[in-house]
Structure formats: structure tokens, C-alpha cells
């Protein structure tokens, strides 16, 4: 009960950083949302192509990817400001007190989880705005709303892991340009089958494309298909390897001090 | 769970005194760096106690290791009884710590921080509240209290990292350079109000490179250098141990060889400071008026004379062969006066 208590107080003051320091929140929305704008704006007829996939717009087919995205850059952002609390000695205060040290963890990433949460309703309103609709309705949203708050708190734990590694924020926002690698490298704004090689390849393999593809089918398909349950499998992976690498990461900076 | 109150008299009743003990604590990082080569300590119940050591010396290592942010790489330590590495739990319940440079989160304000301070406790919300209110009280930050932190000054910084380590009324206090960079009625607020807790039944430990915190705050001084204890005891058993005053002879010229070659007949030399040169009189200050004589013989002309009584610096000289660097004057922050809360 304390313990939950303690992982409470520090989600909501992970919270409250985020929305106290814009520079940790502008990116995780702005970022996502102005590339949707210009991919959507620009490449919308990429629809008219052979082979790709049935949609009602473009912007149907994006969206997934765009929350992906925003759930990365939470992660790494949550990861960020976790380093912040390393170099400034925060952490120490915290681990100083009676409280269980993977509690630090798990509080910082009720705040990505939040986070998660908050940019999972902004894009389902910006879809729902500029006319994509939600096939799998309100369950659906729900269900996408989800998954979008579970990915950003598995992206989270593993940006956590560096950071209890690092000990360092500004290697974490190194990682930033790697959000967009690995983004490109699957299936979050092409379809697999329009890719060319080795990219295909890599994307058939790349978690993120299971975990997009499962919110794109909440988006685009009425009912379960085989799409969401291998994302929720791929989430569930990323997640255990994340919170794995964490809490390892957390038992290396004990011991090292 | 036991409340804090119920702890503290379980502590008391249980374990035996001392508050701290270390025995033969070492610690040695990576690369073979050593930062403490083997301290002992014991500390009784209800003292302060003062570490006092140039920067590097092992001050902080040794507070971490007290404080179970490290593990030791050798001996052992408890504190309040517990033991740091197997009963950690049991000794952060013990202890309040407010380390080196107030690692506060600039975006929270003062009372969220003493509020999530009293949450980390175990402290029930309502408790928590009162608890905060009284404490910003007691160090005088009500009225800033729902402002950022980083709007703080590093004085009022202080004081609120002070509060925030005395929510859960620990038994032991940790101090890691409290006053440092603060100016001289910051340093003060933080020394009357680690007096007030000392009185109140808390034992203090707390690191400091200024000699005169040390000497006015402390009943036991240790002084640390370069991993090891080189002395320990009451500020005036210490300076008693040293002994004899010594005189600081400044010259007109500005020059020292000749004034230390004529001081060094009366007494022991000591390494210059400050561009004065330093002798500890042989007869103590009978031994004045013929260094006077023998410095005008000479036809030196003095632009200052002073007497000076044994100094824990000289205590500080006299175990380590140097001057504990800045412990005269400390550097204080720009802007560091408080700002109106």
C-alpha cells in the first residue's frame, strides 16, 4: 500500500514536470502532429497506389503511426527527465528514503503513461477533426487509447534503462534521432508491402510494426483482427524487455553508487 | 506500520548506543581509485559531530556510505544501530539526509516537496500536510512556500532540504557542507537551527570545509584527509593538542625569506600563508617582544604582527602539512541575500 502510495506521488509529480517544462512536452506532440500534417498534406495519394491497403484516407492509415511516434518520444522524454533527476542528485534523495528502489521506475513512468494516455486522445480528436474515422468506435478508441498509454510506458521503461545506465540526460536526447530510424524502419507510415529491401525486411521483424499495425487495425478494421493480437503480444515483449532493462540498469547504479 | 514516533523509542530501546559506528570502512571505486582507506568512527547519541576535510578528502563518500546511497568495499558502518548494507530499510527509517548542493527539483514547489518527502515516509496525507506547514514554518519559508523552488534563493534552497529531511523526525541527521557557498547570515540561520535540532535530541553528522562551522558547531570534530582520519576529539582538545600560539608576520616589502629565517629561532616554522610567514613561539606570547627586537635589529620594517591562538587550521596544519584551502574565507554565491519571501 505504501509502496503504491509512493508510485503515486511520483507519477503525479513526474506529471507536473512534464507540464511545467515545455521543452519536455512540446516535441511529443508538435513533432508527430506537423509530420502527419506534411505526410498527409503531401503524400495523400499515396492511397491511389496498387497494393496499398483498403482505407478511407490517408490520414486513417497515418494515424497509427503518428501515435507511435508520440508514444517513443514520451518514452524517450520520460527517460530525459529521469536523467535530469540523476545529475541533480533528485534520485538520491529518493533512494535515501525507506521506499522500494524500482518504485523510482515505476513512478517516473505513471508519468509517461500519462503522457501516453494525453497524446493517444489528441490524435484520435485530430483524426476524428479532419474526417478519418474510427472503425472499431468507441471501443475501439478505447482499446487504441490503450495500447498507445502501454506503448509509451514499454518505450519509457527502456529509455529509463539508459538513463539509469547513463546517468545522463544528454545521452539520452541522443537517442532521439534513433526514434526516427527505427520509426522508418517499419510499417508506422508505409505499408510493409510497398517497402524496398533491406527495409522490408526489416520491418517485417521490427516490433513497432506489430504494435502500429495493431492500433491501425483498431482504426481502420470493425472488428479483432490477427493484427491486434500480435500487437499486443509485440507490446507485451517490448514491455517485459523494457522493464527488464530497467530494472537491471537500477541494480548497476546501486552497486556502482 | 509503526508510526515514526513508535519507531524512534523502538530504536532507542532496542540498540545500544553509539548512533554511528564504523569500523575499518573503506571504499574504493572502479579503477582503483580509493576515497576512503579505512575510517573508524564512533559517534554518541545526541552529539554533533563534524567531518572536516578539504574537497576530495572522503567526506561525501563516507556520508554515502552512512547514508546506504553506497555500499562499502570494506569494514562495516551502522547507524542508529543498523547495520548500512544488511538493515538499509531500517537505517534510511533512522535518518533524515540533506546531501551536498540541495538536490531539490527547481519545478516543485516547497510544500509539494515536503509533502512528497512526508509520502516517501510513510506519512499519512493529512499528517503530511500539518507536518509541512510546520516545518516551513519552523525555517521560515510560509510565505514562499507554493513558489517553484527554482525561484529560491541558495540560502532559502537550504533551509527547505533542511525541512524536507526533518518530515519523518529522524533520530539522525545528515549534513553533507550545509552552509556551503552560503553567505554569512544563511550559514548562521542553518547553524542556530542545527543547534535548535541538536537540543531537541537529534544527532547530528554533518561534513563541512569551513573551520569555523566545525569549531562552532561541533562537540567532536573528526578531520579526514585523503581517505583517512587524522584527528579526532573536541574542538578545544584538539587545538589544546597543538599547543602553542603562533605569530604571523607580515613584511612591508612584501618579501619572507628574511622573516623566516629570523622567526625560525624562535620556534617551530609553519608553511606560509597568505603572504605572511608563520612561526609557533618556542616561550608562547612572552615570546613576542624578541622576535619584535629581532625582526627591528635586522632592519626589517613589519606592516603587521599578529598573535594568533591555535586554530582548529592549525590542528588541521599540524596533522595533514597544509592549510585547509578556503577555510577562512568561504566563497559565497553572488546574489546569495535573501530574497523577501
New interface residues.
Given amino acids: 500500500m505504501?509502496n503504491l502510495?509512493?508510485i503515486g506521488?511520483?507519477g503525479r509529480?513526474s506529471i507536473?514536470?512534464t507540464f511545467?517544462?515545455p521543452q519536455l512536452i512540446a516535441p511529443i506532440l508538435i513533432f508527430p502532429t506537423l509530420l502527419l500534417a506534411i505526410q498527409v498534406g503531401g503524400a495523400g495519394r499515396a492511397v491511389d497506389l496498387p497494393q496499398f491497403p483498403e482505407v478511407n484516407g490517408f490520414l486513417d492509415f497515418m494515424i497509427a503511426g503518428a501515435m507511435i511516434q508520440a508514444a517513443l518520444l514520451a518514452g524517450n522524454s520520460g527517460g530525459i527527465a529521469l536523467a535530469l533527476?540523476i545529475e541533480?542528485?533528485?534520485t538520491?534523495?529518493?533512494?535515501?528514503?525507506?521506499?522500494s528502489r524500482f518504485a523510482i521506475v515505476l513512478g517516473r513512468l505513471v508519468g509517461t503513461a500519462a503522457l501516453g494516455a494525453a497524446t493517444a486522445v489528441w490524435f484520435i480528436a485530430i483524426a476524428l477533426i479532419f474526417g478519418a474515422k474510427i472503425e472499431g468506435g468507441v471501443t475501439g478508441a478505447l482499446l487504441i487509447i490503450l495500447l498507445v498509454t502501454l506503448s509509451a510506458i514499454a518505450f519509457g521503461a527502456i529509455g529509463a534503462a539508459i538513463a539509469l545506465r547513463s546517468g545522463s540526460a544528454s545521452v539520452v536526447q541522443g537517442l532521439f534521432p534513433l526514434v526516427f530510424v527505427i520509426l522508418f524502419l517499419s510499417t508506422a507510415f508505409f505499408p510493409d508491402n510497398l517497402l524496398l529491401e533491406p527495409a522490408a525486411s526489416i520491418a517485417e521483424w521490427n516490433p513497432l510494426s506489430f504494435i502500429v499495425e495493431g492500433i491501425r487495425d483498431l482504426v481502420i478494421s470493425t472488428f479483432l483482427g490477427p493484427s491486434f493480437a500480435e500487437g499486443v503480444a509485440a507490446l507485451a515483449l517490448v514491455s517485459i524487455l523494457g522493464l527488464l532493462m530497467s530494472a537491471a540498469a537500477m541494480r548497476g547504479r546501486?552497486?556502482?553508487? | 506500520?509503526p508510526g515514526v514516533t513508535e519507531r524512534r523509542s523502538r530504536v532507542h530501546t532496542i540498540r545500544a548506543m553509539p548512533a554511528i559506528e564504523t569500523r575499518d570502512l573503506q571504499r574504493v571505486f572502479?579503477g582503483g581509485i580509493t576515497a576512503v582507506a579505512g575510517v573508524d568512527l564512533k559517534i554518541a547519541d545526541r552529539e554533533i559531530y563534524a567531518f572536516l576535510g578539504p574537497n576530495g578528502a572522503g567526506k561525501t563518500t563516507t556520508v554515502?556510505m552512512l547514508?546506504?546511497?553506497?555500499?562499502p568495499t570494506g569494514g562495516s558502518a551502522t547507524v542508529a544501530g543498523f547495520d548500512v548494507v544488511s538493515e538499509a530499510?531500517e537505517v534510511?527509517?533512522a535518518?533524515g539526509?540533506a546531501?551536498?548542493?540541495a538536490?531539490?527539483?527547481p519545478?516543485?514547489t516547497g510544500r509539494?516537496l515536503i509533502r512528497?518527502?512526508a509520502?516517501?515516509?510513510?506519512i499519512r496525507r493529512a499528517e503530511g500536510q500539518r507536518r509541512a506547514e510546520r516545518l516551513l514554518a519552523r525555517v521560515g519559508l510560509e510565505n514562499a512556500a507554493d513558489r517553484?523552488v527554482g525561484t529560491y534563493s541558495g540560502g532559502m534552497r537550504r533551509r527547505l532540504d533542511l525541512a524536507?529531511a526533518l518530515v519523518h523526525t529522524p533520530q539522525i541527521l545528515f549534513l553533507d557542507e550545509p552552509t556551503t557557498g552560503l553567505d554569512p547570515v544563511s550559514r548562521k540561520a542553518i547553524w542556530e537551527e542545527v543547534e535548535k535540532l541538536n537540543r531537541e535530541g537529534t544527532t547530528v553528522f554533518l561534513t563541512t570545509q569551513y573551520l569555523e562551522e566545525a569549531d562552532n558547531l561541533a562537540d567532536q570534530v573528526g578531520i579526514i584527509d585523503d581517505g583517512r582520519i587524522v584527528a579526532e576529539g573536541t574542538p578545544a582538545a584538539l587545538k589544546e593538542e597543538v599547543g602553542r600560539p603562533h605569530l604571523e608576520v607580515v613584511l612591508a616589502d612584501g618579501t619572507m625569506d628574511r622573516a623566516e629565517e629570523i622567526l625560525g629561532r624562535f620556534g617551530r616554522p609553519l608553511p606560509a600563508k597568505d603572504g605572511a610567514a608563520l612561526v609557533e613561539l618556542k616561550e608562547g606570547a612572552a615570546g613576542v617582544a624578541p622576535v619584535v627586537r629581532a625582526l627591528d635589529d635586522a632592519g626589517l620594517v613589519v606592516e603587521s604582527l599578529d598573535l594568533v591562538q591555535p586554530s582548529l587550521d592549525d590542528v588541521f596544519v599540524a596533522k595533514t602539512g597544509y592549510h585547509l584551502e578556503g577555510s577562512e574565507t568561504p566563497d559565497v554565491e553572488e546574489n546569495e541575500l535573501e530574497s523577501p519571501a
Fill in positions: 505504501t502510495r509512493v506521488a511520483l509529480r507536473n514536470q511545467r517544462r533527476d541533480m542528485g533528485f538520491d534523495r529518493l533512494l535515501a528514503a525507506p521506499i546501486l552497486k556502482r553508487g | 506500520m572502479s554515502r547514508t546506504t546511497l553506497l555500499r530499510g534510511r527509517n535518518i539526509v546531501l551536498q548542493e538536490a531539490l527539483d519545478l516543485m509539494e512528497l518527502q509520502t516517501l515516509h510513510g517553484r524536507s
